[in-house]
């Protein structure tokens, strides 16, 4: 990611690592040690979209200002009422695929993590 900044344009002396961190609480911790160690207020907080409320959450709990900046939104085809669908595409509409058990499970995974966060105290 850092190297995707960098040639986006984002100075290599502005782009400051946690390679340590395994959880976003850890993270979290590490960047507010970071921010105090180099005298830092605010950072620019980019993780995914669906990632972000827990992240966001737990920054804050942490007393970082961050300033959200998600990423990769999951959008949904157009509702099946908006045009006239033949049956065939109404049943594949409705067979479970690999990509929509993907989004499901990274849903499930960010409704478990908001849950274990708040029982924890990190939100």
């Known amino acids: 990611m850092a190297e995707i900044a960098e040639y986006l344009g984002v100075p290599r002396a502005a782009i ?3 390679p340590n961190s395994l959880n976003t609480h850890e993270n979290a911790v590490n960047v507010r040690q970071i921010m ?10 980019v993780t995914s979209a669906m990632h972000m ?5 737990t920054f804050e709990k942490e007393g970082i200002d961050a300033t959200p900046a998600p990423t990769d939104f999951l959008t949904t ?8 669908l033949t049956i065939g595409e109404i049943l594949l509409n409705i067979i479970p695929d690999v990509h929509r058990i993907a989004k ?6 960010e409704y478990t ?5 708040r029982l924890r105290g990190w939100l």
């Open 36 to 45: 105090d160690e180099r005298g830092i207020s605010r950072v620019l907080l």
């Open 16 to 18: 400051i690592q946690d």
């Open 77 to 84: 085809k157009p509702a099946l009422h908006e045009r006239k």
């Open 104 to 109: 499901t499970t990274k849903a499930l995974k």
């Open 113 to 117: 993590g908001l849950v274990i966060y």
């Open 53 to 57: 409320p827990r992240a966001l959450g």
